[in-house]
């Protein structure tokens, strides 16, 4: 169970540090996945999100329509769970920036503010999960931890009912939420029309068989 943590202050460092820091973080990366400093002390390198996303996502299937423009030509569809999605960012990048190159990436039509970054944590047997403001910095929060996602990972979830703006949805995109929703009712009526068919034809069977013996 995901448990709530207090948001930890930011700690800056200075060029030699990160530099440092870097070195070591190369050399415990196992999958290649490096970091890069710069000259001008701006540092590159990548980090995996997970997805986790309870409502449909809209795709667009054509590149050239409008941003976050609705067209005869998107898709709404649940993502499957597990999803993991590698990014290549720089130190500058915010939480902000990484949700909007992540959909980019894969051509979300979505409203980025639909969309919060959590990091994930686990110490003592315990998993504790923190949502990152829009100011913070991903790859800064990636190098401090180190390569180990169990140290610390990223989770792309949805706003907290509670926090949904609800106006950042597009009418044609609430009108797919409804007949996805539409869909898996009818879906699980059928369901449970068919089980309950399957238990009448047995209870008739058996009927039958103590009505007529032999």
Request: charged share 30%; net charge neutral.
């Amino acid at each position: 169970k995901d448990v709530q943590k207090e948001r930890e202050p930011h700690v800056y460092l200075s060029k030699e540090e990160v530099k440092e820091k870097i070195q070591s973080y190369n050399s415990s990366v196992t999958d290649k996945l490096k970091m890069t400093l710069n000259a001008n002390g701006i540092y590159t390198g990548f980090i995996k999100v997970q997805m986790e996303l309870c409502r449909p996502i809209t795709v667009q299937s054509c590149q050239s329509q409008g941003r976050y423009a609705p067209s005869n030509q998107e898709t709404a569809f649940y993502l499957p769970d597990g999803c993991v999605n590698t990014l290549h960012i720089s130190s500058t990048n915010t939480v902000r920036e990484v949700i909007e190159a992540l959909l980019k990436k894969f051509f979300v039509a979505d409203n980025p503010a639909k969309f919060a970054l959590y990091k994930r944590c686990h110490k003592e047997d315990q998993v504790y999960t923190c949502k990152l403001s829009d100011r913070e910095h991903p790859l800064y929060l990636r190098l401090v931890a180190g390569p180990k996602t169990e140290m610390l990972s990223f989770v792309l979830r949805e706003h907290e009912t509670g926090e949904v703006m609800w106006e950042a949805f597009s009418i044609p995109e609430l009108q797919n939420f409804l007949r996805i929703l539409d869909k898996e009712e009818n879906d699980q009526l059928q369901i449970l029309k068919n089980r309950y068919a399957v238990y009448r034809g047995k209870l008739e069977e058996a009927l039958r068989g103590v009505l007529n013996p032999g």
